[in-house]
């Protein structure tokens, strides 16, 4: 059997990130934890565009757009928290069917970096405290993804 699996190497990779405004207090430690581990693994700094939206349910569609940019990946990072209404159900499963089916359409990895918390308090668990933060956990499947494509 021949088995095939991904590197992290992140040397002339040219990644990009999308990430929500919103809840930035949780989306910027989750940028700043993918932004370095994209750098601690090789890739340039100058490889590396971000891109900003207003909210969750935003990120879908410039992902889509990003795709087409010519990046080797992209990460998609954002922090929905529950509510006491439906609305948090609707986004995030949206977001999920959206990000996998950009990927899966594109043909290039495309990242789910997304923080879905029922407390406040569990979402800052996951942008860098106990849970580790999903910001660079994203980056590492990124890296890991590109090279497993690259070798399919």
Request: hydrophobic fraction near 40%; charged fraction near 25%.
């Amino acid at each position: 059997m021949r088995e095939i699996s991904g590197s992290y190497k992140g040397e002339g990779k040219r990644v990009g990130i999308c990430v929500s405004r919103f809840n930035d207090f949780i989306t910027n430690r989750l940028l700043e934890g993918c932004r370095d581990e994209l750098l601690r693994h090789g890739v340039r700094d100058d490889d590396i565009d971000c891109v900003r939206v207003p909210g969750s349910f935003e990120i879908g569609t410039a992902a889509q757009a990003m795709t087409k940019k010519g990046y080797d990946g992209i990460i998609c990072l954002g922090a929905l928290i529950k509510g006491d209404t439906p609305h948090f159900d609707y986004i995030s499963s949206t977001l999920a069917k959206n990000i996998a089916e950009i990927g899966i359409k594109s043909g290039m990895p495309v990242i789910y970096g997304i923080v879905t918390a029922e407390t406040l308090e569990q979402a800052i668990e996951r942008a860098g405290t106990k849970a580790g933060n999903r910001g660079s956990s994203a980056a590492m499947s990124c890296l890991e993804m590109i090279d497993v494509m690259a070798k399919l």
